[in-house]
């Protein structure tokens, strides 16, 4: 069971990590003005959706092999309101994917600014998750 949690842990550290840089490349892109620098945002977009997707499949597959292990942690309030949690960050997932398809498809979806606000969201999920799962607070 615990090299389930480690590797559900590396997942999960590698699909923030493209979570909170992907919106990031968003307001670069949202700024930039030149077409070599919005084609090059398009690459770096793509290939990083494509890691992170990668990393959050694989945090899924394991998170859900450690509720199979061990299906008591069912029954736990805290896992339920983490998995909630969860949801709302593959939504959130999703979302940037559709910002990805707009920049490749040269559309301006957002601001610079509104992106600097979307791209706060992950941090405001990772630390209630964190502390759920830590914590364990019911």
């Known amino acids: 069971m615990l090299w389930l949690k480690a590797f559900h842990i590396v997942f ?7 979570l909170f840089y992907l919106p990031r490349l968003f307001v670069y892109h949202a700024a930039a003005t030149d077409d070599i620098g919005r084609e090059r945002f398009k690459v770096m977009e793509r290939k990083l959706f494509a890691i992170m997707t990668i990393g959050a499949a694989l945090a899924a597959i394991f998170g859900v092999s450690l509720i199979v292990h061990t299906p008591v ?4 309030g805290w896992l339920h309101a983490k998995l909630t949690l969860v949801a709302l ?3 959130y997932h999703v979302w940037c994917y559709r910002f990805v398809a707009a920049f490749r498809r040269d559309e301006q979806p957002k601001s610079e600014r509104w992106f600097r606000v979307f791209n706060e969201v992950p941090a405001l999920l990772l630390i209630a998750i964190v502390v759920l799962a830590v914590v364990k607070p019911f």
């Open 12 to 18: 999960v550290v590698t699909w923030f990590a493209g």
């Open 73 to 76: 942690l069912m029954q736990a």
């Open 89 to 91: 960050l593959i939504a």
